[in-house]
C-alpha cells in the first residue's frame, strides 16, 4: 500500500528555518517524481518544487532561492528545507507522488505558520 | 507558466443533480489534465487522470472529457459524499499548476 507522511511543521517565527519530511512506503522514492505542494489558510493549491528521479529539483518563483527539496533514499523520505520564512508561507504543505503528471498519492500534510 | 481558469468558482446543487465544471488552459496542453476532489481538513484526491481516465476505486458516476484547452468535469448524480472543492491541474509542463478551485455545496 503506497502511504505518504509529512511531519516537520509547526509555529516559526519570520525569518527562521524548518524542515519538513515525507516518509514514503509501498514504492521507492528513488525512482519516482516527488512533490511538495502548498495550501494557504482557505486558498487554492500551489506547486512549489519537485525532484525528479535523476535527481534534478525545479522551484516555484516565490521560494526559489529560500527552499531546497532534497531526499534520503536509504530512508525512503523526501525534505524539504525552508529558510527566511515569511508570513506568506504560511500553509498546509503536502507531499505527493507525480506520477507523469498527476498527483496520484498525497499524504495529509503538515501545517507551517511563520508568525 | 500554464494559466488554468475554472467556472463556476462555486455552485450549489441538490443531491441526483447533474454538475459539470469547466477548466480551461492558456495554451494547448492536449490531455494532460487532471482533476482533484478536496474536503474540508483533507488533503486532495486524484479524481480523474489524462483528461478522461478514472483513478482506480472512484465511481464512475465522475467522468472528465476534452483536449487541447478546454476541459470538464462531470459528476452524472451528485450524491452526499460529493460536496467538496474540486482543482484542475495540468501535467504538460513544469511548473504544475492549478486551477483556483470550484466550490461545490448543498443547495
Known amino acids: 500500500e503506497v502511504r505518504l507522511v509529512e511531519s516537520g511543521g509547526g509555529l516559526i517565527q519570520p525569518g527562521g528555518s524548518l524542515r519538513l519530511s515525507c516518509a514514503a512506503s509501498?514504492?521507492?522514492?528513488?525512482?519516482?517524481?516527488m512533490t511538495w505542494v502548498r495550501q494557504a489558510p482557505g486558498k487554492g493549491l500551489e506547486w512549489v518544487s519537485v525532484?525528479?528521479?535523476?535527481?534534478?529539483?525545479y522551484y516555484a518563483d516565490s521560494v526559489r532561492g529560500r527552499f531546497t527539496i532534497s531526499r534520503d533514499m536509504s530512508n525512503n523520505t523526501i525534505y524539504l528545507q525552508m529558510n527566511s520564512l515569511r508570513a506568506d508561507d504560511t500553509a498546509m504543505y503536502y507531499c505527493?507522488?507525480?506520477?507523469?503528471?498527476?498527483?496520484?498519492?498525497w499524504g495529509q500534510g503538515t501545517l507551517v505558520i511563520v508568525s | 507558466d500554464i494559466q488554468l481558469t475554472q467556472s463556476p468558482s462555486s455552485l450549489s446543487a441538490s443531491v441526483g443533480d447533474r454538475v459539470t465544471i469547466t477548466c480551461r488552459a492558456g495554451?494547448?496542453?492536449?490531455?494532460?489534465l487532471n482533476w482533484y476532489q478536496q474536503k474540508p481538513g483533507k488533503a486532495p484526491k486524484l479524481l480523474i487522470y489524462a483528461a478522461s481516465t478514472l483513478h482506480s476505486g472512484l465511481p464512475s458516476r465522475f467522468s472528465g472529457s476534452g483536449s487541447g484547452t478546454d476541459f470538464t468535469l462531470t459528476i452524472s448524480s451528485l450524491q452526499p459524499e460529493d460536496f467538496a472543492t474540486y482543482y484542475c491541474?495540468?501535467?504538460?509542463?513544469?511548473?504544475?499548476?492549478f486551477g483556483p478551485g470550484t466550490k461545490v455545496d448543498i443547495k
Open positions: 495554451q494547448n496542453i492536449y490531455t494532460s
Open positions: 525532484i525528479y528521479s535523476g535527481g534534478r529539483t
Open positions: 509501498g514504492f521507492a522514492v528513488s525512482s519516482s517524481y
Open positions: 505527493a507522488r507525480d506520477n507523469f503528471g498527476e498527483f496520484d498519492y
Open positions: 491541474q495540468q501535467g504538460y509542463s513544469s511548473p504544475r499548476t
